[in-house]
C-alpha cells in the first residue's frame, strides 16, 4: 500500500500559476497527474519516471512541468498559463507493479 499527499490546488485567474505537490510514502518508478473536468473523463496529463522520463497530454505541452525528488519522494506539477480547460480534479498518480491514485484536489480557473 502507497500512501499520497497532495497539495497546492486552489483558484487562479487565467494566465496565473499553481503548484501542486503530492508526498508518497514510496518511491515508484512512475509518478505523475491525472485530471477529471466537470463532465469529462479523467485523463493522464503528466508523468515522469524515476529516471526522469516525462510524458505530458499534448494540450499541456509547454505550459506544464512536472518533476520529482526521489530523495522527498514526492513529484510536481507546475501550472503555468492557466486557461479554464484546465480546471478539473487532479489526482496524483504513481505506479510500481500496481497503480495507486491521490484523494484528488481541486484547481480552479476563473476568467
Known amino acids: 500500500q502507497v500512501t499520497l499527499v497532495e497539495s497546492g490546488g486552489g483558484l487562479v485567474q487565467t494566465g496565473g500559476s499553481l503548484r501542486l505537490s503530492c508526498a508518497a510514502s514510496?518511491?515508484?518508478?512512475?509518478m505523475g497527474w491525472y485530471r477529471r473536468a466537470p463532465g469529462k473523463q479523467r485523463e493522464l496529463v503528466a508523468t515522469?519516471?524515476?529516471?526522469?522520463?516525462?510524458n505530458y497530454v499534448d494540450s499541456v505541452k509547454g505550459r506544464f512541468t512536472v518533476s520529482r525528488d526521489n530523495t522527498k519522494r514526492t513529484v510536481y506539477l507546475q501550472m503555468n498559463s492557466l486557461n479554464s480547460e484546465d480546471t478539473a480534479v487532479y489526482y496524483c498518480?504513481?505506479?510500481?507493479?500496481?497503480?495507486?491514485w491521490g484523494q484528488g484536489t481541486q484547481v480552479t480557473v476563473s476568467a
Open positions: 514510496r518511491n515508484l518508478n512512475v
Open positions: 498518480y504513481v505506479r510500481g507493479s500496481i497503480a495507486y
Open positions: 515522469i519516471t524515476i529516471g526522469g522520463s516525462t
